[in-house]
């Protein structure tokens, strides 16, 4: 999108007054403060799942018991999930909006400065909590981040921390977006209409509605299998006449629209980084827009294609099935797109364009596998097996992961002044995408030829594809640590940032702020032709 | 600040705090709904 402005460069802005040291990040309002804590929790929490997926990988390097007893196994399989998911990738993108919503609309800051700094200091304790669960009697939650009953009924007090961490990061996320909505209906700078937005900030409003939509029935959901273990309630227990599919129809509920809570606001930082690499205008703005929407009614409409096992009726498994298949429609529209913007266009490949690229083409991977998986037919014989782990895994690690690289690398910059090593980068994108196909691809055919997930033995047949597996996991996991060696070095020592690195990025933050941006920006509101 | 400033940024804050309301009612009504359904389930 290309967006014309005049009106003054910024104000009084340098005059940060605040205070210094922890007191500073525990009290703060200021949305750049708040979105750099998220963006460092969320790294904090990406490696500790990290750790638990190399656990889970190094069980697996060769057939046979080796190193965790099964149900340890189990445990580090869920708390893995869980604490990507709501520890990692979620907070990640929050952050990326604290930083970028109110920048990006000629914001002075949040709507609610002190509600945000309350919507991250839930999440560190939710954390501690699922942490913590690994080391009380009977352990971790050991179901699966999916939580299925009855066996989360029959678990230790491990699943009542999970239920609470659930509850304290619902409220956080439900709050966050009520704010972030409020930001984006009430605070655009004058001229600044809906559909003068940057795409990210799109995305950002779509997600945020899914958000307090789906985060209540998880809230819901678990509360349910809380009281069925403590309360003498019989939701889901069939000992008592009740029903575990209600639950899965109910964690699906959330549970499909929380991939495109992932998703969508990674598809918003892609569209930002591939338009100012290729240096031309978004190609279909609107049709961008409309896809997203799209997207987001759709995931509520197809909950049901992760339950085609559990007899569900043939009416329903086919009406899921063309629905589940419809979203290829809207997600196949934001791929053009996103190739026609690079049609022609003077393109360079800096180490953000390389991880939208990489994007690109793994997410279409991703995508692809799971309209396999939307087939019934093909979905009972695939179904829990390692194809569903290669193909979520290419839509949250290469689709949700490689987008958030992508947007650090892009907006570093302007968030510390500095550059970082742009060999480096270069670096961490090649290792991340070799070492990720080499842990993640083979896995497809694992799953092909009947290799269940969540299983901490395998039969010999499968040894080789295993070996190569975890050969890349461990690769992929050291090569994080090449990524976070960049950005230490960046803020440490890295090059002066010039106002400008990117000719082509041209939203209100790179055409009105100077870089680094300014502790308080658009105190007074540009004007936006 | 002016006096002008301080009435619109009151205004503003205002008009938040009735957006925030509104959504926050939404997710209550949804979640009331959702619990008395199930309820009539268990």
Redesign the interface.
Known sequence: MSTAVHGHTHGHDDHAHHPTGLRRFLTTTNHKDIGTMYLWFAFAMFLTGGVMALIIRAELFQPGLQITHPDFFNQMISLHGLIMVFGAIMPAFVGFANWQIPMMIGAPDMAFPRLNNWSFWLLPPAASLLVVSLFVPGGAVAAGWTLYPPLTVQMGMGMDLAIFALHILGMSSILGSINIITTILNMRAPGMTLMKMPLFVWTWLITAYLLVAVMPVLAGAVTMVLTDRHFGTHFFNPAGGGDPVLFQHVFWFFGHPEVYIIAIPAFGVISQVIPAFSRKPLFGYTSMVYATASIAILSFLVWAHHMYTTGIPLEAQLYFMYATSLIAVPTGVKVFNWVATMWKGSLSFETPMLFAIGFLFLFTIGGFTGLVLAITPVDIQLHDTYYVVAHFHYVMVAGALFSAFAGIYFWLPKWIGRMYDEKLGKWHFWLSFITFNLAFFVQHFLGLAGMPRRIPDYALQFADFNMVSSIGAFGFGLSQLLFLYIIVKAIRSGEKAPARPWEGADTLEWTHLPTPAPYHSFETPPLVK | MTARSTAMNKE?ER??VR??LS??L??LV??AY??YN?WQ??
């Open positions: 503003r008009k938040n957006t925030a959504i926050g939404v997710v949804s979640l959702f619990v199930v389930f268990r």
